[in-house]
């Protein structure tokens, strides 16, 4: 199947503090990625639809200044954790929807954890 | 909010059939029916998408009855790797549709 790959795998921050995940598409383009979050032993939970060139569509609930998405290319989406909090962290999964053949490609995930 | 409804958990014996049920009741005309599988600490992976009838690839089948109410994923002869979450999801997949996880059905593989 089709790449997506996304970076960093895990990652530990202070309190605060900032952090950057990417998900890219590898062997596809993306017009349109998907940010879940996942807590243990639970379901994904979608927090946004990134679109190339537009702003996000956040689902109901999920903070738009806290969680800052970027879609600036075809093959990359980011979503940036502001003034990350320990309830913040979890385990974040994007998507990217291959539209050749309308299938939802997941990246392997970011663990987050703030300390 | 979750369109479907999947058991909970599912055990299975290595080399046995796994068929896992998902039900749709309000699938919609233009809904497709994906199923994704997943292990801990990974993201999904993409196993198989139907509309209707039977669709088939070389690791599962998937049955779609004539009302499309209910889908089933076949697993063909499990092994224990083969012990994860298996999810159902339902979704206009030609409009850049989004997916709500439901909860998703544990499936068990013993030796």
């Known amino acids: 199947g089709a790449v997506v790959s996304q970076h960093p795998s895990w990652v530990i921050c202070k309190s605060g503090t900032s952090v950057k995940i990417e998900c890219r598409s590898l062997?596809?383009?993306?017009?349109?990625m998907f940010w879940y979050r996942q807590f243990p032993k639970q379901s994904l939970m979608l927090m946004a639809t990134s679109n190339e060139g537009s702003k996000a569509t956040y689902e109901q609930g999920v903070e738009k200044d806290k969680f800052l998405i970027n879609h600036a290319s075809l093959t990359l989406s980011t979503l940036t954790v502001t003034s990350a909090h320990p309830e913040d962290s979890s385990f974040y999964i994007c998507?990217?929807?291959?539209?050749?053949?309308?299938?939802?490609?997941f990246g392997a995930g970011t663990r987050l954890s703030v300390l | 909010l979750a369109k479907t409804t999947q058991p909970i958990s599912m055990d299975s014996y290595e080399g046995q059939e796994v068929n896992i049920t998902c039900s749709h009741n309000n699938i919609a005309t233009n809904d497709y029916i994906t199923w994704y599988q997943q292990f801990p600490s990974q993201g999904p992976r993409f196993i198989i998408q139907?509309?209707?009838t039977k669709v088939t690839n070389e690791v599962a089948s998937l049955f779609i009855p004539a009302d499309r109410k209910s889908s089933t994923l076949s697993l063909p002869r499990v092994s224990l790797s083969d012990t994860a979450v298996y999810y159902c999801?339902?979704?206009?997949?030609?409009?850049?549709?989004?997916?709500?996880f439901g909860s998703g059905t544990k499936l068990n593989v013993k030796p």
């Open positions: 999801l339902v979704g206009d997949i030609l409009n850049f549709n989004k997916f709500y």
């Open positions: 062997d596809f383009q993306a017009t349109t």
């Open positions: 139907g509309y209707k």
């Open positions: 998507s990217a929807r291959d539209a050749a053949k309308n299938i939802q490609y």
